[in-house]
């Protein structure tokens, strides 16, 4: 979604930085061209005036820091002002003291609401709570209907009294729904109201009465980033006839251009407390501003990576393949890949995985080719061999690869690719495990050893005077000096008298005559 002002802004971050010093000039056109990359990037006009301001203001007053130079130091200020215009930091739910609390859902048809219901709620109980949905809108067809797969999907329970399609009261079915929720000992309620194709005077009072009905601790605006500037107009509306305590972004996984992702929290002066970016139950977290601030400068995610490793991967597995690795009982095989493999695709797909790491925008092309598909082959090749030959892939003969690709569909090429690939890649990974370290590093394998660096063992001084003695014996590569040697070898001349071997002990060492028979003479007196 960000694409488009990540490239424009990493544009011009990257034309100051060819510049030792930056002038007011310099400074005065980066302002402008991050103006127009706001502006085109639909952010609210209000929004960006306000931001350019803060940054100038703070560049006027600028400390030279020592440890950043110029650039790295108006790459921060724009961070820090893009958070703020965010929302500054991330906002949590506020439980009710006494159970259930009840969130309310609000917005626009269309805007994902139902959706997201199963998600917030799929998230709540990960968090070890006990939520409810309710389904309260009895006016879209079938919505009752979606509520309940999509709470069944999610592993949710769903209150659902009435059939819908314009059956039923939503205010009483909200009404019922905390009684309900106290007598089963659910502790979140999350009401999904009704939604309309704009915004109207029946669908703020249906959603006020039910409001009024239940007193939600959180009601929550659900609204597609992929609307821009209508976005927020409908949020200032539902501000202003209902009551908004925070906002969720769906669809921010989209190719709008995100505007009203920077510019509704500002506007509405109500936090973007979740986002939702993909299709998928668990494509849905909390928003955090300083991770989007950091994402849109190009800078990666590392927290929600590490977040959704930590969630994703499992930690006895990953432990066993360490240590196969490490040298340990077992060897790594292709089953232990193929495990690893299948836990970092529950992470999602492999481009946003690589999006969230610094610097990815360098590789954005690269990334977003990124087939999806070659993982499936990969995988449809290891699962048509047998247990030991995924073990040990020394026993693949060239019958066994016949009817491993056969069996997946692919040529015998594509069988050899995998399995060469991946012994290469093991021995690497065994041998930076086993301490060795990568080849050309101080001290390593690769070097030779660099006398004391790295850890690498000291060379004995013999063997590094044997390296200086042979130095110096090549062939020149000028022709006069060339020929010349060849004369000098020819006429015998050219062999140097052999060096005395070095001493061993002082009582090897031969002094001159008459520094010996002068020391004699006074050792006599």
Not at 7 to 20: H, I, N, Q, T
Request: hydrophobic fraction near 40%; charge should be neutral; aromatic fraction near 4%.
């Amino acid at each position: 979604m960000f694409d488009t002002l990540q490239d424009r802004l990493a544009s011009v971050f990257k034309g100051l930085r060819s510049k030792g010093r930056l002038t007011e000039a310099d400074v005065d056109s980066s302002m402008r061209e991050i103006r127009i990359a706001l502006l085109e990037a639909d952010v609210n006009l209000g929004v960006v005036k306000e931001f350019i301001a803060a940054v100038k203001e703070r560049l006027v007053g600028l400390e030279i820091s020592k440890a950043l130079n110029p650039t790295q130091q108006i790459v921060k200020i724009v961070n820090d002002e893009l958070i703020h215009i965010l929302g500054g930091e991330a906002r949590r739910i506020r439980f009710a003291k006494n159970p259930p609390t009840v969130i309310m859902l609000a917005g626009l048809q269309g805007a994902g609401k139902t959706t997201l219901a199963g998600k917030l709620g799929r998230w709540l109980r990960s968090q070890n709570y006990s939520p409810l949905l309710v389904a309260a809108d009895l006016q879209r067809p079938n919505a009752v209907g979606q509520l309940q797969v999509v709470g069944e999907r999610a592993g949710v329970h769903v209150f659902a009294p009435e059939p819908g399609n314009g059956v039923g009261d939503p205010i009483q079915v909200a009404r019922d729904s905390i009684t309900h929720a106290q007598n089963k000992l659910y502790d979140v309620v999350i009401v999904d109201t009704a939604g309309r194709l704009g915004v109207d005077e029946v669908l703020m009072q249906q959603a006020a009465d039910i409001k009024a009905a239940v007193t939600p601790d959180e009601t929550l605006f659900v609204v597609d980033a992929m609307i821009g500037q209508d976005a927020v107009n409908t949020a200032k509306a539902f501000n202003d006839g209902v009551g908004v305590d925070g906002v969720v972004l769906t669809k921010l996984d989209g190719d709008a251009r995100g505007g009203a992702a920077l510019s509704i929290a500002r506007v509405l002066g109500k936090p973007i407390m979740f986002a939702s970016n993909g299709e998928k139950l668990e494509d849905f977290d909390v928003f955090h501003p300083d991770r989007m601030a950091s994402r849109i400068l190009g800078m990666g995610d590392m927290l929600t990576l590490i977040e959704q490793a930590e969630r994703t991967f499992d930690a006895e597995q990953s432990r066993e393949a360490a240590d196969k690795l490490l040298g340990g009982k077992g060897k790594f095989g292709l089953n232990d890949f193929l495990g690893q493999m299948r836990q970092l695709r529950k992470m999602g797909p492999l481009s946003s995985i690589l999006g969230m790491l610094p610097g990815a925008g360098q590789f954005k092309d690269a990334i977003n080719d990124i087939d999806e598909r070659e993982i499936d082959r990969i995988e449809a090749i290891i699962c048509s061999m047998t247990p030991q030959e995924r073990d040990d892939v020394s026993v693949l003969n060239g019958s066994r690869r016949s009817r491993i690709a056969k069996g997946a569909g692919v040529e015998v090429s594509a069988v050899n690719s995998l399995v060469n690939r991946f012994v290469d890649a093991r021995k690497m990974m065994e041998s930076m495990a086993g301490g060795r370290g990568m080849p050309g590093m101080p001290g390593m394998p690769g070097m030779g050893g660099m006398g004391g660096m790295g850890g690498g063992r000291r060379q004995p001084a013999r063997a590094a005077n044997k390296r200086k003695a042979t130095r110096g014996k090549g062939v020149s590569g000028n022709p006069a000096k060339r020929a010349e040697q060849e004369r000098m070898k020819a006429l015998g001349l050219d062999r140097k008298p052999a060096q005395e071997a070095a001493p061993q002990s002082m009582d090897d060492f031969e002094l001159p005559p008459e520094l010996k028979k002068m020391l004699d003479q006074q050792g006599g007196n």
